[in-house]
Structures are given as C-alpha cells and as structure tokens.
C-alpha cells in the first residue's frame, strides 16, 4: 500500500485556499450591502472549507471498496432525497429552483450528493456487467440516469442534470461501448433540439443569444456582458486584488457562479492561466488515479469523479467567457456554496483514498 | 487487451478536456488583449459619470474692444440621489435655501437617475445662495458651473450677432455661422460609479472646460451705437416701415457699423417673429436703388471719357422720350440747359438717359457687373440676397435709359455702399466683411484672420479723384445739401426710389436713400442711409435720409477724429446759373504759367518765390468760377 497523491492535495488546499480569498474579494461589497457585515460570505465559507478539509481527511482514510459495498443504499437514498426536496414544506426554493434543504442558512443541494451516488452505482454496475449488448447492458443504466435527470429537472437544476447525464455517458464511453452509439446518442440529442425549436421557435434565440450579448443587454445578454466587462479590463496583469469595478453591484452575486469574472478582473491573463493550470492539475491527477488502478470499480469511480469535476469545470468557465449560454453551475472549489464545496471535498477525499491503490 | 482500450478512451477524454481549456484561455485571451480595448472603453463608460461643468462661449468683441455678446457665469444645482445619505435633512435644508416646497426637492432627490439636475428650481443661482448650499457640505450635492448668454446692449447689432439658445447654441447671424469657434468644449468632474450609483473612492478626475473663441469685429461700438439711434429716431419719427444703414471703411472693405430696423432682443428671442430676427434689410432687402445709383453710371462715364463734366451741356426739357416712351425729370419742367456737372448736382434723369446713352449698353452693363451688381458681396453674414439685373439680351433702348438712373433694377444697400466705395477709393472693389480675426481667449493666439480682399480694380484713380469731387458738389452745390459739415468736406448723392409691388410701382411709396463719404479729397468712412416708406414728410432722399447721414457723420468725425480740411466749398443756395471750374494742377510751375491756367479764379498769394509750391483746396477740386483759392509760392 502506497501513500496517498501529494500533488492532487497540495493542488486542491492551494484552489479552496485561494477560492476563499477571491470570495472575500468579489463578495465583500455585496455583503456589506446585504448583511452589513463585509465578512458574511467569507466566514460562511470558512466554516465550510473547514469543515471540507476534515471531511477529506476522514474519507482518504476510509477504503473506498465500502461504496461498492453500499451502492444500492446509496443510490436508493440518492433518490429519496431528490423526492423529498420537491415537497414543498421539506424542500425551500432558491434562486427559482426548489433543490434545497435548509438548515439555518446554511443550505444543501441533494443533487450534488446525487451526483456522487450515481457515479458509484454506474462504477460498480459497469464493473459487474461486461458489455455485452447495448439492449441489456447500457440500457438499464441509462433508464436510471434518466429517471434522475427528470427528478432533477422538476426542480429544475439544469446544470446539475446535465453534468450527471454527460458523466454517466463518459464513463460508458470508457468502458468500451461502442462507437455507434455514441454518434446515435448524438443524433437523437440533436433530434430533441430540433423538435423542441420547431415546437417554440424562441429557443432557438435563447440559444444563439449568448453569440451577442448585445443584441439583449438588460435581458438574456445581461449576465454575459457583465462578466465581460469585468474580464475584458483585467487585460495582462488585472487591476490589482481587491480593486474590481464590476463587483460593485454591475455583477449580480459575484461570489458564486460568476467568480472567475471577477478573478480574471483582478488578477488578469496572468491569474487565469495560473487557475488553470490548478484545475487541470486536479484533473490530470485525478484521471492517472484512474489509469494507476488494478481494480476496475475503483478505476471507473476515480474517472468518473474526474470527469465530473473537470465537466463543471469546463461548463462553468465556457458560461463565464461567453463560449456557451448560462446554465447556472458554479466553480468547483471557487464559487460560493457550502454543499458544492463539500461534495467536491467528498470526491477528492475518495480520489484520494483510491490513490493510495496505485499500482505504479 | 481490455484495460488496454479503456486506457486509450481516458487518455482520450484527457485530450478533449485539455482541448477545451486551451479554447477557454483562448477566449479569455482574446477578451483580455485583443478586444481590451473596446471593452475597457465600454466598461469605462458604464463606470464613469459625468458632472458637466458648462464652458462659456466665445465672446463678440468691437474693433474698440466693446463686448457685446458676453456671458454671465451663474452655478446650478445638481444631485446624485444615490449619494444622499440623509434624504430628509437635504431636502430641508435645500428647500429652504431655494425658498420652494420641500415636495418640489423631494421629487428630484427620490429620482431614479444617476445624476438630476435640479431644473427649474436650481438653474442659474446667485453666488449667495449657491454659498449658502456649499456651506451645507452635503455629499451628493453639486453645484456645477453653467455659463449664460448675455448681450449688454441689447438690441445694438442684433442682426449681426443674431443669437444662442438655452443651451448656448448659435441660433442666427454670426452666432450660427461661427458657432463651432464659438461654443466651448464642456469640462466634467469624472468619477467611477457603482451600479447604485455612489462615488468610488478611487477616482475623480477634474476635465476643465475649454472655453470658446472671441470674435473681434471690424464695427466699431460707437459709431453702430449712433447708427441704431438715427435709425430708431427716423422710424419714430416717420413711422417708416423699415430703415437701415451701413458705414463702411473705403479703403479695405471693414464694416464699421450695419443695422437694421425693426430688430430684436437677442435676449428675449422667443418674442419675435423668426422675419423680424432673420432680415437684415442691409444685406437682405433689394430695390431699386434709385439715383445712387447715378454714381455708377457717372464714374463709367468718366473711365470711358464719354462725357467731359464741366464743358459738355445737355439741355433738359422736363422730359426724354425713348423708343416712344417718356422718361420725365423730377423736376416739372425740366432743368433747361446745364453742364453735366449739374446734370450730377441736379440728380437730372434726361441728363442721365444720354449718359447712358453715349456709353452704349455693352460699356454700361460691364461696369455695372464690374462694380459686383448682381451678384452676392461675399459679405461674411448669413442672409445675403443677390439683386436683379437685366440681362443683356434683354437691354432695349428703354431698359438702358432707365438702368442709367436706377430704376427697373433690384439691388441691396450692401452691393451699393461696397461698389461707391471703389468708385471713391481710387477704382478698388473690396469685398466687405465684419470679423476681423478670431482669437483663442487664453493664448492670445490668432485662429483665423481676416484680410482686406481686393475683388478687382474697376476704374482709374483719375476717374475716382473726378467722381469724388462731382460728388462732392452735390453735397455743396446740389440735391445733397442737407448733408453739408461745416468746416469738412461731405461728397454724396441721394436717391428716391419708388417702391415696386408685382411689377407695377406703388404711389406715394419710396425707399429714400443717401450714401455720403468724408473727407471728400481723402475718404476714410462711407454711410449709407435707407429709410422704407417714411410718413407726414416729402419724400426726398435728400430731405429726410440725408440729415440722418450728416448726424451720424458727426459721431464719425469725433470717434476718429478726422481733422477738419483748411478749406471747404461753401454752400450755395442758388446753384442753377453757377459755372465751375476744376483748379488745375499747378504744384511745380512756374507763377507766370500758373497764373495763366488759374485765370477763373481769385487767388490768394502768399509766399515769395517764382515756383508754386501748394494749392488749397488741392488741385481737382471743382469750385465755382472766380471762387477765391490759396497760392503758396517759393523758389
């Protein structure tokens, strides 16, 4: 037995460090504004970064054969909760969706642990079943994604869904489906955007707004041309930590999924490549984890945990720079938001754990 | 073998996902340097406001550094309602100060906007109450500088100046046409916002205002202020429908005074009619000019030796027939037999249809083209019409006789003072013109000049020396007299022009007119005198616009101190028998030569000597035979 990978954790600690500091940063006006206490967010997430840090410390140390173990309760679980949170009284809306469990203001989004639960399931199911057939194999997994991705929607958390819906169809991808269908999957996904456009054109201008902004500043181009006029000023260097312009009210919510607007304002190309250069070291780590492992479960989870992470990633960053239209997901590790923060704590204490398995 | 491909699909997914973070540094990339421009300017634009500090627009300024267009410099009210901390107590405490409804502040201090102007109720304030608010020291609260249009004198030289709107732009006359020298560029206090609209710490720039250019004009403040009284005294007086004037310097083209009656009050615009603000009869108007226009064919004449002044006669029955039409003198009756010279003096008609007869229509239209009839001056004032003349083509034998006395034309009194000034200046057309040069106000620095413009040379100096001593006669000797200075020598003409609506000639209606220079040896002003329609007064340019010229002359005299001649021509009462004599030029000769060619006058010696060495009154003036002139002799 090894010991566990350094570099992912060294990685991880200097992200959430670094991600506290920039929720200072863009949320301090905001909380002073809201609460009178330019602290409010920070200390929040302190707490949760804490509480994040003993949580990978507890899960590194426990063997991850134990999901496979439980990966029917889990899952089972997983989908009473997503149940539940649609109850209104059990569940409280935030934001317009109803995908929350208070507690105190604190809250938890049972997605995110949905997330996690499926991605165990699916490893542990493609472990047992060698593909055989795309009818008897891939079918039952994908009727259980879906039946997930729907109780998702009613919330709706359409981010959420569509990371748990395109980790599932990776993890497949790897585990040697064929090729054919994939490009089917394609083509049927392409169909749906079809009929839902002929069904009511106006999504087809929801969809191509993002390609101007401009076209609807105060409307759908409202959020985009904001964080561009954050990034865009930041040029080379950034305008200094702390002295971001569009933090003052111009960026709705800047701490949560719009942070790294306000991390490319202060800090510029120079502070952007060093992010990314953090999260494709999460990322690269986690995937050799994967490709170090003997044990197939563990290969399949630790890649399906990367991929999610490094799919959020991606998803988020494209919205931030105006790549795709806002879906409304938030930057692992960055963004304000305690369960998210916790279930990515939760993935790395696990990534971790399997670590230790490397055979190299 | 299985491990193998699964192996190869993450590596796979590695590479897309590696793939897209190179698209997104990319995209940032491109946000950050490539677009940064246009970003940083956008988001500057949505960060900065504005508080504009108003620039004063250029001042009008007189050839004798009278201001009259200026501005006042007053402070308005403006504030930030996001920047208000305690609404209430502002809205106390500037509603008290303002002396108005708490209601009224309240509503512009709740508004919405980013910036209020607190309009009407904290537009242009006086320096104690704008102290008053200072001294409050509020935050949110501005008092920022606006300038104010202000004319001291009124109405004086409205026309020209024309005027600027609320918001100080030019609206008419140099105003507009100079507006893009005049108008300032505005200054601002900068400062970056927060989407709520309170202040950033980090910024605030102060952009001074730049204010406008001075114009500095050719007029001269007291000789236009004597015009605008003549000229309001006249429509007093005789209820005329419209009188103007002109003064204009022969020798370079500068316009020293223009006005028009009625005018307006730049400062209170809205109550006249967008007629009454827009002509300018001196340059607008055309009409039949009437015998000043005598002056043209006199000094065409002249230039094409077709008349000899003092020797040739015509003999005036009362009336000139032509090609079957008859063409009646003024005078019932007729003048009889004159010298040409009373043909000028007498203002006669027959005597001016042979005059324009012997040059023939080719020489008298060339002349009356030459001297810039029918066509624009080039006057740098907007409004200016062109005049009507005939067209050769067209010129018969009628056409001609009339045109030689000025009538069956259209011209403006501009066209007319700017041509008699070449044929008095020594035969140069100039092109008239009131800016002389526009002035950067805190440099000094001179941005645009205007020189005096040569149009062309149209007779000889010979010629002009004649006309202006024909002309002078006029005023001595002639129709002219009621514009006689004692102790100075006045050459003029006056004209009586019958006014002409749809083409047939209005009874008892006339535009009476005098144009008039000094001194007529050496001429350093042109007047010219318009009044439309004067009421209860014969109507004779001779009996009521040639006293408005002599007053006028008078202020001349005392603003530029023209220094009386030492000797004048004396007036005669009873002119029609008298003969006249030019004195020749005798400077150099010898006393016995001289004696011989001064033998039609008495002449004073004094001196000793054999060689004549002055002559007063200079050579080429014309005085009545055996009139007593001075002989200076030396060796």
């Known amino acids: 037995m090894k010991k566990i990978d350094k570099h992912l954790l060294i990685a991880v600690i200097i992200l959430s460090l670094f991600g506290l500091l920039m929720i200072y940063s863009s949320s301090n006006i905001w909380a002073e504004y809201k609460f009178n206490d330019p602290y409010k967010y920070l200390k929040s997430q302190a707490i949760f970064l804490i509480l994040g840090y003993i949580i990978i410390y507890i899960v590194s140390k426990i063997n ?84 997930l991705f729907g109780l998702i929607m009613l919330q709706p958390d359409f981010g959420t869904g569509v990371i748990l819906v395109m980790t599932i169809i990776a993890m497949l991808f790897i585990s040697g489906v064929n090729m054919s269908f994939f490009i089917k999957l394609g083509i049927l996904g392409l169909l749906g955007i079809v009929v839902l456009v002929i069904i009511a054109p106006y999504r087809l201008e929801r969809i191509t707004s993002f390609l101007n902004p401009w076209a609807d500043p105060l409307g759908s181009g409202f959020q985009i041309i904001q964080s561009l006029y954050a990034i865009g000023p930041g040029g080379l260097l950034g305008m200094g930590l702390g002295n971001s312009i569009q933090k003052h009210f111009y960026l709705p919510e800047p701490q949560t999924d719009f942070i790294f607007s306000i991390i490319s304002e202060e800090l510029g190309f120079a502070g952007v490549l060093i992010v990314a250069t953090l999260f494709v070291t999460i990322i690269k780590r986690g995937l050799n ?34 790549l795709i239209p806002v879906t409304g997901v938030t930057l692992p590790f960055l963004s304000y938001g305690g369960s998210s923060l916790l279930v990515s704590m939760v993935s790395i204490g696990i990534l971790l754990n399997i670590s230790k398995y490397n055979s190299k | ?166 918001d100080n732009q030019g609206l008419s006359g140099l105003e507009l046409k100079y507006d893009e020298y005049l108008t300032g560029k505005s200054g601002a206090i900068k400062y970056f916002s927060d989407a709520k609209g309170n202040k950033l710490d980090k910024s605030s720039v102060y952009e001074e205002p730049t204010n406008g250019m001075d114009i500095y004009l050719t007029i001269d403040y007291d000789i236009q202020s004597s015009v605008e009284r003549e000229l309001n005294n006249i429509m007093d007086k005789y209820d005329a429908d419209d009188a103007w004037s002109i003064v204009m310097d022969p020798n370079n083209g500068e316009i020293l005074a223009i006005s028009s009656k009625p005018d307006f009050s730049p400062t209170n615009y809205q109550n006249y009619s967008i007629e009454t603000i827009n002509r300018n009869h001196a340059i607008w108007a055309t009409y039949e000019p009437g015998s000043t226009f005598k002056i043209i064919t006199l000094a065409a004449s002249i230039e094409e030796k077709t008349v000899d002044l003092l020797n040739d006669t015509f003999t005036d029955s009362g009336s000139i027939t032509v090609d079957g039409a008859r063409i009646k003198c003024w005078k019932s009756g007729g003048h009889g037999t004159q010298t040409y010279l009373q043909v000028v003096q007498n203002s006669c008609n027959p005597g001016f249809v042979s005059l324009g007869n012997k040059l023939g229509k080719e020489k008298l239209f060339k002349y009356i083209n030459d001297f810039g009839f029918g066509k624009k001056t080039g006057i740098d004032l907007n409004g200016e019409s062109s005049g009507i003349l005939f067209k050769i083509n067209n010129v018969g034998p009628v056409e001609l006789a009339t045109t030689s006395f000025g009538q069956g034309i259209s011209v403006s009194a501009i066209q007319q003072i700017t041509a008699v000034s070449a044929t008095i200046n020594g035969g140069t057309l100039y092109k008239p013109y009131v800016v002389k040069r526009i002035v950067e106000p805190n440099t000094g620095e001179i941005i645009k000049e205007n020189k005096p413009q040569i149009v062309r040379k149209v007779i000889s100096n010979e010629t002009s020396q004649t006309v202006r001593m024909a002309l002078e006669t006029v005023v001595a000797y002639g129709t002219g007299r009621n514009a006689y200075i004692e102790g100075y020598r006045v050459g003029g003409k006056t004209g009586t022009a019958q006014k002409v609506n749809n083409g047939i000639y209005m009874s008892g209606n006339y535009i009476l007119s005098f144009i008039g220079f000094l001194p007529a040896d050496n001429p350093q002003v042109v007047v010219y005198v318009a009044i439309d329609n004067p009421k209860g007064i014969t109507q004779y340019g001779g009996t009521v616009a040639a006293p408005i010229a002599k007053n006028i002359m008078l202020d001349i005299i005392d603003k530029l101190k023209i220094e009386k001649s030492d000797y004048t021509l004396e007036k005669v009462y009873n002119w029609y028998d008298t003969k006249y004599e030019t004195i020749p030029n005798v400077i150099g000769q010898e006393l016995s030569e001289a004696k011989k060619q001064l033998k039609n006058f008495t002449v004073n010696y004094s001196g000793s000597g054999n060689i004549i060495k002055s002559i007063s009154p200079s050579p080429n003036t014309i005085l009545p035979v055996n009139s007593t002139i001075k002989v200076l002799l030396g060796d």
């Open chain 1, 64 to 147: 991850y054969q134990i999901y496979y173990k439980y990966s029917n309760i889990i899952l089972f679980i997983c989908i009473i909760l997503l149940i539940l949170v649609l109850i209104p009284g059990i569940g409280s809306v935030r934001n317009g969706s109803r995908s929350w469990f208070g507690i105190g203001s604190f809250g938890i989004q049972p997605s995110e642990f949905v997330k996690l639960g499926i991605i165990i399931f699916t490893s542990k199911y493609l472990n047992n079943n060698k593909i055989k057939s795309i009818k008897s194999s891939v079918l039952p997994i994908l009727l259980i994604v879906i039946l």
């Open chain 1, 289 to 322: 984890i994967s490709l170090n492992q003997e044990n197939n479960f563990a290969k399949y989870l630790a890649f399906g945990i990367s991929f999610s992470l490094a799919f959020q990633t991606i998803l988020n960053l494209m919205v931030v720079v105006g």
């Open chain 2, 1 to 166: 073998m299985f491990n193998k491909q699964i192996h190869k699909r993450i590596k796979v997914v590695l590479l897309i996902i590696i793939i897209c973070f190179i698209v997104i540094i990319g995209k940032v990339f491109y946000i950050q340097v490539i677009d940064y421009k246009k970003l940083s300017n956008l988001a500057s634009n949505l960060w900065s406001r504005n508080l504009v500090i108003g620039a004063n627009r250029g001042r009008i300024i007189t050839k004798d550094n009278v201001t009259v267009a200026d501005n006042l410099t007053t402070v308005s009210l403006v504030v930030v309602p996001n920047q208000i901390k305690n609404k209430d107590d502002v809205i106390k405490d500037l509603a008290k100060i303002l002396n108005v409804d708490e209601s009224k502040i309240s509503e512009h201090v709740n508004k919405s906007s980013s910036i209020e102007i607190v309009h009407p109720e904290g537009r242009q304030l006086s320096f104690d109450i704008a102290d008053q608010i200072n001294n409050l020291n509020y935050e949110g609260v501005y008092l920022l500088k606006e300038g104010k249009r202000y004319y001291p004198y009124d109405t004086l030289l409205s026309h020209t100046i024309g005027y600027a709107g609320i």
